[in-house]
């Protein structure tokens, strides 16, 4: 067991004080919470059973101080135990000054001297004003006074010497990084002309300036933050900020209690007299907080007990919060950098920031840099295409350190005559053969790499990337081990503080938090998972992945390590051993062989991407093969893992296709952008792949139902996708688009279809399908059509497109049901397609009129159509204003023998109780009339009791009625329950959303338990079910078994309760 350390307060007196029921709640709740720099193993069976010494001893010797510390008051806050919470806070108050009296600098012993209480940041600038005014001097003379040191050849002031070792350290830098720099500082002038105070050109603004500085590892935030530093050492910032201080929170993370003043001039012994001076001018002060997200703070702890004095011992997290949150020193100007996930606690802290988003290298620094490492033009050129070949490798590449790595490998293959083509296929391709190209076959480091990937997985879940020497020994990892990874690159040694590590990029050490997965697990590691290194199965879980978004990665680079040649190569290059049970634990994991597997869009898009990056047809067959059902978001980055996993669904029955626009400035124009899309779309690159996702139409004959909706598809995407759904081998039946652009897509998609011999139901939707119906009308006229059902949704047509349609129509012998709902016809268009319906041949039995602005004087045209047709069954006008007028009318042409509707849908159609005396009088009679919804009409107390002395005719042939929210009240309930006496025809009524109150659902409950009706389905809006109604429901559960009640409330702007039983 490692050494233990000292903590300031007593741990273990506190944990004995706890009950056994408080000991494992403190247990389970300390669990929870991110172990941050902590990186020591816990062994969970240990904790478990451990009393409360036992545990104090095992914490003690496994974290670090200050984690504990402040864990241990967040576990007492939730156990609600403030008296041993205040307790701990003591001790640690105490042990605080204690250490600031031993320690602190000389300089500040007469401003503590004789104060009883911390002193606040306004009072001590009022104390020192008059002697910042007596000591400082202009700007101008500290500048005449520097140009007369170096006339006179005198020793530079403190100032001078803070700056020039400064300007050492930051010139190392350049020299620290692989490869040739000259991009990378390309790039960070780039951005620092973005930065108010940076930009000799921007005016300064009337408050302090706040900058973030954030985005995803390696991409040179620390890079841009130094070379501000730099230039402020070179004079080029010298008037606007006398001093700047760089805090880099990765050795912040290490110290304890202290002052504000002992963080920032801990590394500055000279400036030590000149604190009080210094700090009084903050306006002159430039503060530099590199990498906040690897400060390793728990939740909460940068806003808790925001303090201003800067004399006061506090944890790190604390102070710079106060800083951040402008409590601290509130006139100084901030530079903050930040991996983009940390934002969401720092957000809450700032006032008004400025948020600079780093997005490393452009296509062009890419191109540029690849130029200058291969040095031949047909070379670079070549692996330039090879990475961009691979979306996801290609979006890495804007890391630097990424593009040296790529070159590195791609030139070494070359090189040796090899083809670099494949290593380019996947992520996990190119990073193993980086790895491995950097050692000697045999180099027998198995026992390194597998403490380095443990190091590497510890760190990944507590969302650290770099790593102090006592990480290291924790694992008995020693400096000599990691030599051979710290020479060839893929470690990194900080420069100024050689106690710290981190992998060359993050990439890498999801890499190897990967091969902590994948090695094979040895006897003395079964209890190898600490509490913070989860399994596999948590690795893959969204819950996760949310939380901690660098997982992502790794679980990537784990379905690519369970690749039989890529486990033989590691195994031959560093002779380890290579689990072989991987592949079956993948696929058992739940978002692989969950029944509700990719519940989620997310879920879905990230297997695709997990399998792709296996290479593994076997893991691909096996993880695919269930799915019947599947629907593809795909951006450009989507296609090549989509296409190599979706031909091998064997059993897939229904394809769902989107296609995502790119994100672009909000200045570009409707037409740039469209521009841009089809660019990407076309590249030479993704082309292939996608004419290997779209010959699954031709390959899979289960395949029988395609969707695409909300996309843009550029000529070329379309031509493909044409020419296989067109093939003889397509054995597509129903096909649906919507919202697609261009708009001659519909028109493109519409013709492929002609002809076609399976497709029997096409749904077109969205306003850009205007000019489609030329193209419909040919499809339609076709000879061998076979379309049974057509959607034309949101259509905006001219009269004579409405007639060409009549005409074909009236030409075509397969179709049996339109709709054309939410489409400008007009009664105008109404009677263009009235005529279709009298033509003696025509098939139509289903027609779907909805929301087409249709008026009461249409529907004496559409009576007399109900008279003639011999085939229509099926007719909805709903949410048109058709008034009671316009029911008289239809109930007209209903009357007739002759007619053969079963189904009308009048639902909110400004209908009353007059035009439910229509209706009534309709039902009274032997009609064709089955099912008739009449949901949304205010038809009260007069319109049911009508309705209700219908159904009770022996004549009556109505088997479903809808009276969703038509008002009415529970008086109409005794109407109702004559019904249900002695109807014996109706199987469905829905009287939802309709306040019967609690009397009227007691007797309609009541009559249920004695009728020996024909009902199946009762929907009804009940407010409060109490026992005497329970009890009432299982009454007729057990009398009435065929009896559904349902009691949930039906939106009818989502979904009409009828609409099942109309269109398909």
């Given amino acids: 067991m490692a050494s233990s350390v000292r903590l300031d307060f007593n741990l273990q007196a506190l944990l004995e004080e706890l009950s056994q029921d408080e000991l494992s709640q403190f247990k389970s709740l300390i669990r929870t919470i991110t172990l941050g720099n902590g990186l020591q193993k816990i062994p969970q069976t240990e904790v478990d059973e451990a009393d409360g010494k036992q545990l104090a001893e095992i914490l003690s010797s496994h974290c670090p101080s200050y984690w504990l510390e402040m864990a241990t008051l967040q576990v007492l806050e939730k156990m609600h135990r403030a008296d041993l919470c205040e307790r701990v806070k003591e001790e640690l108050r105490e042990a605080a000054l204690r250490s600031f009296n031993k320690n602190k600098p000389l300089s500040l012993e007469t401003i503590r001297k004789g104060e009883p209480k911390p002193v606040d940041l306004d009072e001590m600038l009022v104390r020192f004003e008059a002697e910042a005014q007596a000591f400082t001097e202009t700007e101008e003379d500290v500048s005449g006074l520097r140009e007369a040191k170096v006339l006179k050849k005198e020793m530079p002031g403190k100032e001078d010497r803070h700056r020039s070792i400064l300007k050492m350290k930051l010139k190392q830098m350049w020299e620290a990084w692989p490869g040739d720099s000259k991009e990378v500082q390309a790039v960070a002038q780039r951005y620092t002309t973005l930065i108010p105070f940076s930009n000799p050109r921007m005016l300064p603004g009337p408050f302090p300036h706040t900058v973030v500085l954030h985005g995803p590892a390696g991409l040179g935030k620390t890079t841009l933050a130094k070379k501000l530093m730099l230039d402020w050492t070179e004079d080029n910032l010298s008037h606007k900020f006398k001093y700047a201080f760089y805090l880099s929170c990765k050795k912040l993370s290490r110290l304890g209690l202290c002052s504000f003043a002992e963080l920032v001039f801990r590394d500055w012994p000279e400036l030590q007299d000149d604190i009080p001076n210094i700090l009084a001018e903050a306006q002159k002060i430039l503060f530099v907080v590199d990498g906040l997200d690897e400060l390793g703070a728990p939740p909460g702890a940068l806003i808790h007990d925001i303090c201003g004095d800067w004399l006061k011992p506090k944890p790190v997290p604390v102070l710079l919060g106060s800083l951040l949150k402008r409590k601290m020193l509130p006139k100084a100007a901030l530079l903050v950098t930040t991996r983009s996930w940390a934002l969401r606690d720092l957000r809450p802290l700032m006032e008004q920031p400025i948020f600079i988003r780093v997005e490393g290298f452009l296509e062009k620094d890419r191109r540029a840099y690849f130029l200058r490492h291969f040095g031949d033009e047909d070379q670079a050129v070549r692996a330039f295409e090879l990475m961009r070949s691979n979306a996801a490798l290609f979006q890495l590449g804007s890391a630097p350190t990424v593009c040296w790595m790529v070159c590195t490998s791609l030139k070494l293959q070359m090189e040796n005559g090899e083809d670099p083509a494949p290593t380019c296929h996947t992520r996990t391709g190119l990073f193993l053969h980086f790895l491995c190209s950097r050692f000697p076959k045999g180099a027998q480091l198995g026992d390194t790499l597998r403490a380095l990937s443990t190091l590497a997985a510890q760190g990944l879940w507590a969302q650290m990337s770099v790593f102090h020497t006592e990480d290291l020994e924790s694992f008995g990892v020693q400096e000599s081990d990691l030599r051979p990874f710290l020479d060839r690159g893929i470690l990194r040694q900080d420069r100024d503080s050689k106690d710290y590590y981190s992998f060359l990029h993050l990439s890498l050490q999801q890499f190897f938090t990967a091969l902590f997965y994948a090695l094979e697990e040895e006897e003395e590691d079964r209890d190898r998972h600490a509490w913070d290194i989860g399994d596999v199965q948590k690795l893959l879980s969204s819950e996760e992945r949310v939380q901690n978004p660098d997982l992502i990665q790794a679980g990537r680079f784990l379905f690519g390590l369970a690749n039989e040649k890529r486990a033989t190569e590691l195994e031959t290059t560093f002779g380890c051993v290579m689990s072989r049970e991987i592949k079956r634990e993948l696929l058992c994991c739940d978002i692989i062989c969950d029944e509700d597997r990719y519940s989620t869009l997310t879920d879905l898009k990230e297997v695709l991407h997990c399998l792709y990056e296996s290479q593994e047809e076997e893991l691909v067959k096996g993880a695919m093969a269930p799915l019947k059902e599947i629907s593809l978001h795909l951006s450009a980055a989507d296609v090549v893992p989509s296409s190599f996993c979706i031909k091998h669904c064997r059993n897939l029955e229904k394809m769902s296709l989107q296609l995502i626009k790119a994100k672009l400035p909000e200045n570009v124009t409707a037409s740039e952008s469209d521009a841009e899309v089809e660019r990407s779309q076309d590249d030479q690159h993704m082309l292939p792949f996608w004419t290997d996702l779209c010959s699954i139409f031709g390959s899979n004959k289960d395949l029988i139902i395609l969707e695409i909706n909300n996309s843009f598809l550029s000529a070329s995407l379309l031509r493909i996708l044409c020419e296989q759904i067109a093939s003889d081998a397509c054995h597509l ?158 109930c007209g042409g209903l009357s007739y023998p002759d007619c053969k509707l079963q189904t009308l849908v009048l639902w909110n159609c400004d209908i009353t109780s007059n035009g439910c005396c229509h209706l009534a009088k309709l039902l009274h009679e032997k009609s064709s009339l089955t099912n008739l919804d009449l949901g949304r009409n205010d038809i009260g107390v007069p319109g049911v009791r009508g309705l209700c002395e219908a159904l009770k005719k022996p004549l009556c042939n109505l088997k479903r009625l809808w009276l969703w929210g038509c008002s009415i009240p529970p008086a109409s309930c005794e109407n109702l329950c004559c019904v249900l006496s002695c109807n014996q025809t109706l199987i469905t009524l829905d009287l939802g959303e309709n306040s019967l109150g609690y009397s009227g659902v007691k007797l309609l409950f009541e009559t249920l338990t004695r009728a020996n009706g024909t009902l199946q389905t009762l929907r009804l809006k009940i407010d409060d079910v109490t026992d005497e109604l329970d009890t009432l429901l299982k009454e007729i559960e057990g009398s009435n078994p065929q009896l559904t009640i349902a009691t949930e409330n039906q939106e009818p702007w989502k979904k009409r309760p009828s609409s099942g039983y109309f269109i398909v």
């Fill in 733 to 890: 039946q129903r096909v649906v688009i919507t919202n697609i652009s261009p708009a001659d897509a519909y028109r493109n998609l519409c013709l492929a279809l002609q002809g076609h011999k399976t497709v029997t139901h096409l749904r077109l939707g969205g306003s850009a399908q205007n000019d489609t119906l030329p193209a419909l009308c040919e499809v339609l006229r076709h000879p061998k059509c076979n379309l049974q059902y057509l959607g034309l949704v949101s259509c905006s047509a001219t009269t004579q497109q409405w007639a060409d349609l009549s005409l074909a129509l009236e030409v075509n012998r397969s179709l049996t049901c339109v709709n054309v709902s939410n489409s400008e016809l007009l009664d105008e268009g109404a009677k263009l397609l009235y005529t279709t319906l009298k033509h003696p041949k025509c098939l139509l039995q289903r027609l779907s009129l909805e929301n087409c602005h249709l008026t009461e004087a249409n529907c004496k045209d559409l009576a007399a159509i109900l008279v003639v047709s011999r085939e229509l069954m099926h007719l909805c006008l709903a949410e048109n204003p058709l008034g009671d007028t316009g029911v008289k009318f239809l």
